[in-house]
Structures are given as C-alpha cells and as structure tokens.
C-alpha cells in the first residue's frame, strides 16, 4: 500500500490533537502532589468520566484493528467478543465485584490478592500481569508503528519511537489522571473519525442486505479473498450463532458451541473484565463506591454498539474484496527486510529447479503464503530484473493477507482530505488510549505491589512517586520491545487472546473462589494460579492452529494437537487453563487450613460481607436495574443476529 497524501487540513486536524493531548497532561502535572495523585488519581473522578475511560482504555489497537481484522477475517461471530465476551461480565464486575474492590481499598488488583490470600499469590499476578500489560502495549505500539508507516512513510523504528516518546511526555506528567481524561477525549475522536467509514462503506456495497449476499459469495469461495480451501454455509459471515451451532468446520472462527460460550463468554471475558486491572482501575479512581458500581455500566452501553463501528468495516472490506471493486483487494502481508534478503537468493536459485521445489523453496524463504503462479512467473523473469523489481513482485505474490491493514485500506478508500485527518486521528487515539492504559496500569503495579512491597517498603511519598515516572520510562522500553515480537501474527486479536489466556483465565478461577467461597486457602490459590499459568504454557507448546509452523505460535514442545483457527486455540488454552486452577485451588484449600479468620476476610468475601442496597434515589439509577435492561438489550441482539 502506498503511503497516504495528506493535505495541510488533514496535518492540522493531527497536530490539533497532539497538542490537546499533550496540553493536559501538562496542565494536569500541577494537581499531581502525592503518589496516589499520580498512580490513582486520589479516588476523584466522576462516573460518566471513568465510565468513558473504562471503555476508552479497552479501545486500543485491540478494539480497532482487531475487532475490524476479525470483522474481515472471521466476519459477525465477531461480535461474539461483545455479546457474549464483554457485556454480561461488564454487569457482573458492577454489580458483583467492584463492593470488594472499592470497598477494600486496595490500590491494585494484586493488592486485593494480598488482602485476601497472602504475599506470595500478590507476587505472581504482580509479575504476570505486568508481563501482560507490557505485551498489550506491545501491540498497540506495533499497531501505531504500521499506521505511521502507512500515514507518512516512516520507516518502523522510528515510528515506534515517535509514538512512544508522546504517550510518555502526557502520561509522565499527568499521571493516571491525564491518562484518563485523554482517554475521555479519544473515545469521541474514535467515534467520529469511524462513522464516515461505516456510512461510506455500506453506501459503495449497496446496504446490509446487498452485503450480506457478497458475505455469501466469500462464504462459499474464501479463496477469492484468500489461499484457503475451506468452504462454510452461506450466511457463515452474516449469521452470529446459527454457523456456530452447526460446529467448528462451519464456521470461519473454527470454534464450537462449547469453545465459544465457557472459553470466550465465561473464562476469557469474566477473566478479562472482571480481574484486569489495565480496567478495573478506571472504576476504582470513582469519586465514591456508587460511581465505581456505575462506571463500567456506562461503559457497557457504546460497548454493545460499537459492533458497527469496527467490525461492520471488516465484514465491508471483506465484500469489497470479494467483487474486486475498484480494484479493491485486502491488503498483503508486508515482507520484511530480512524475508527479502532470504529470498532474493532463493528465487535465482529457484531457476534450474524443478517448478514446485522451486516454489517450496521461495515459500519457505519467505516464511509467507504465497500465490504459485506469481512466484512462478517471477522466478522466469528473475534474470532480467533489477533488485527493486524483484521486491515489488514478490511482495504482489504473497496470498496471506495483512488483517491488521485492513482499516488502513479503508480509510485510504474512502476519506477525502479533512475526512482522511479525522479519521487518522482516531485511529491514533486509539493507539495512544491503549498504549497510555496499559503503561499506567504498569506502573501502579510495578510501584506498589512489586517496588513498594518486596524492595523499598518505608520510603517517603516523594520517593514512590519518583519511582511511578521513572518505571514508566521503563514500561515504554519494554512495550517497544514487545512491540517487534508481536508483529509477527497478522491479526492482533490472535496475540492479545492468547496473552489473556495465559494471566486472565487462571487469575479468574483464582478470584471466583476466593470472592464467593471463603474456605478458599492461601495455598490453594497460589499452587492453584501457578498451575494455570504452567498448564497454558504447554498447552500452547503442544498446540497449533492449522497452517501455522511451529514455534512462537505453538508446539514448540511437540504437536498433539490442531485447531482450525489461532482463536479457537486461544479458546481452549484459556478454558483449560481455568479448569486446571479452580480443580487446583479447590483440591488445595480443601487438604489445608485457612490463615485468616473471618474477621479478617470481612469486606473481601461475600458471605463475610454486608450486602451494599441500592440507595440511589430513583429506581433507574441502580446498578443492579441497570444491568438487568443491559442484559435484556444484550439478548435482543443475539437473537437479531442469530
């Protein structure tokens, strides 16, 4: 794809942002006077802005990539991640969870663990959870390097570097305070950069209904849009449940009815939305427990449309390829430097080779799906091309498609100068949003439940706040890191579900039975949290999903067994992973005595704890009301997109 021609308007539209972002983090700093100013914003927040941060947080390149990469990829059972993977658990942690949280104090997620089991089990999510919110980073970053590269073509370190160096001036100044007023801000920029999109896109494919018979047609022949030999029912692009329930060779996602409901709708997201603290924070920095109870509510309420906003233009992009329209194709894979320097030589070799060793030999340089009648007729021409030639034509023969520059290809279709500014911008909202979430939510662990608790416990405020900036600079370097390992999966999607397997799943069997059943025992939960990690681990490393090599993306200890898609790996990593902590924990705590009594456990169990009623003076305002209509709205639907 070639880089994008800004105009001055779509340059101004950019820089305005920049300077609004940066602008209050700055003119947050003065407010910044203790740690907890800086590391939890002192507990002061109104509802509908955390509610706003809380979904803005999760909007990463997670939300927007992924969600639209799957969109084009796996089609409406996307909107699995929504219906059935976010807002049922969004209600619980409101209604359920967040009395234990914001009613105990604790600073942290970890902290909580601490409170309730003991120091060892706060160690291990302290360090597995910064592991993952490095990594989330990582993506995001990865993500913002590839719209760059795109946008002004900047090489990608140096985008890397740019993107890195503005999340860190706003966030080092202003704390977790200007990480979530920026983030109020780039959930509208979010939105209003997406809509034209949306609205352009269904106008140039004729309307939902004329979409969903060229979602039939890619159903029927998914090798039109890609090198795959799989065919599914005609509405598998276009029906929610219906390919599910027919089982995983039905349907693009490749997960079955089991997969999809206990791995994605109970572990993956109660995991997720219930015991992440990258969220969990946003509601914990409430001016009271009324408005934490309330934020991720407000939340769920964009959260269950934002379907149309960033899987609709994957379904699009997906019909769009289908016809061809306008010469409209998804977007390759890019070759590296190091794959083109692979296999330059083995395509001049490829010349006295038989043709299809020829072609096994380019493939495996390459490392990528290829197109054998282009490599083919590539290597014929070899001898008389020059070196950049040779680079344009390989690069047109790759098959495998970029998922992840599938809304960059859209954007490019379809936004006009002024429109291509707005939409860019919320595209680096997004980014920004996830990169800025994850890194506070690094360093408040890092510094309170890592630095604070086990290196330098009787310091002075002055020092813990020190050390709040200076671990951020440390997370950024980390995340840039993170960022070059996980650019090598073609849908973001597939690598953040594979890390929340690893820390979510364990961590929520972990929470499930120390909440809600108070015989759970310190030894318990940690040997039971240590198992589920150790079970994901080499699950993943006997694993793999269909036409992916051994290695980083599984069975790296030995192939047992394949999956149809990465994402129904994901699904059953994370759901034995669950299994294998609560059967653990339970067998644990029932051969050893509890440490704490119930005194101690008050307000951090729920039998032990008095039950919170609504006191909010119309019946409207209560949470529990609230969550009831969310969920009705939820099942409507299902049922719509059945």
Partial sequence: MESFKLAGIDYAILLIYVGFVLGIGFALKRYMKTAADFLTSGRSIPAWVTGLA??????GALELVGMTASGAKYGIATCHFYWVGAIPAMIFLAVFMMPFYYGSKAR???EYLKLRFDERTRCLNSISFAVMTVFASGISMNALAKLLNQLLGWNYDMSLWICSIIVLAYVLKGGLTSAIYTEVLQFFMIVLGFAPIVYLGLQDVGGWENLKVLLGGVAQNPSAIELNTNTFQPDAWTSAW???LAGPKANPMGVDLFAMLFGLGFVLSFGYWCTNFLVVQRAMAAKNMSAARRTPLIAAVPKMIFPILVILPGMIAAGLALTAKD?????PKPLNAAQFDAAIPAIKAAATMEPQAAFESVSKATETKMSPEK???LIKESATLEVAAIKYKLQDAVVENDYDGVILSLVKKYCPPGLLGLALTGLLASFMSGMAGNVTAFNTVWTYDLYQAYIAKDKTDEHY??????????GILLSIACAYFVSRWSNAMDIIQLVFGFVNAPLFATFLLGMFW????SHGAFYGLLCGISTSAIFHGCTIAEGSTPGVKGAWIKLVQTYPSDMAQNFWLASFAFIACFVITLVISLATSRTKTDEELGGLVYSLTPKITD???SWYLRPSVIGIILLACCVVLNVVFW
């Fill in 54 to 59: 809380f979904l803005s947080a999760n909007l």
């Fill in 108 to 110: 942290s997620v970890p």
């Fill in 242 to 244: 219906k390919p599910l």
């Fill in 327 to 331: 010469g409209y194709r998804l977007p």
């Fill in 375 to 377: 490599v083919a007729a």
């Fill in 465 to 474: 706040m020190w050390m709040g900036r200076a671990i951020t600079i440390v």
């Fill in 518 to 521: 108070k015989r759970t025992t």
């Fill in 615 to 617: 006191t909010e003076a």
